[in-house]
């Protein structure tokens, strides 16, 4: 994110994801630098003009990110397409990206969350760690922090792998 230019690509970062509907849209209004207001179809037709400023007016492309998105209260989801709906959806104005756990593929996968679903362009699944990348990755961060010594027998690394030989197993 620190590489696109705040000026060029605006991005909105949510990270607490646990909050009530009227809370997430007045956090993505806040990203978009404006004072949300206290309905939420204030909140959503105020951030919506914002995007089509910066798209059409000043021809920067926004960014919403959501980080731990499986966390999103039921039905968000269609909300935020709503909010990403322009022109009948014969225009893309705004980039999304959702991040989270494999649980996040299960809620797109619900009826609700089906409209939002079919508008998904790429899907990354990231792999878990082998357990000699476990091993590798936990000495890097514990130097990056400081600590010199094993902190870790190297049972605890084969046990944090586990997942990664289940995933192994049912492929």
């Known amino acids: 994110m620190a590489s696109l230019g705040k000026s060029t690509h ?7 994801t646990t909050c009530a509907v009227l809370g997430l849209h007045r956090e993505i209004a806040r990203g978009f630098q404006l004072e949300p207001g206290f309905r ?3 909140v959503m037709n105020a951030t919506k003009q914002r995007l089509l400023k910066l798209s059409r007016t000043k021809k920067i492309r926004p960014g919403l990110i959501i980080d731990e998105a499986h966390l999103l209260p039921p039905g968000f989801l269609d909300e935020v397409r ?10 893309d104005e705004m980039t999304i990206i959702l991040a989270g756990q494999p649980q996040l593929e299960s809620n797109l996968g619900l009826a609700v969350n089906e409209a939002f679903a079919q508008r998904i362009v790429s899907k990354i699944r990231l792999r878990s760690f ?23 027998l190297p049972e ?16």
Do not use: M
Not at 10 to 16: M, S
């Open 10 to 16: 605006p991005v909105c970062y949510l990270d607490h």
């Open 156 to 171: 605890a690394f084969e046990a944090i792998a586990k997942p990664w030989e289940r995933a192994k197993r049912s492929s």
């Open 40 to 42: 939420r179809a204030d």
């Open 130 to 152: 082998h357990p000699d990348e476990v091993a590798h990755y936990l000495d890097f961060r514990l130097q990056l922090a400081g600590r010199t010594a094993a902190l870790f």
């Open 82 to 91: 709503i909010l990403a709906n322009f022109d009948a959806d014969s225009r």
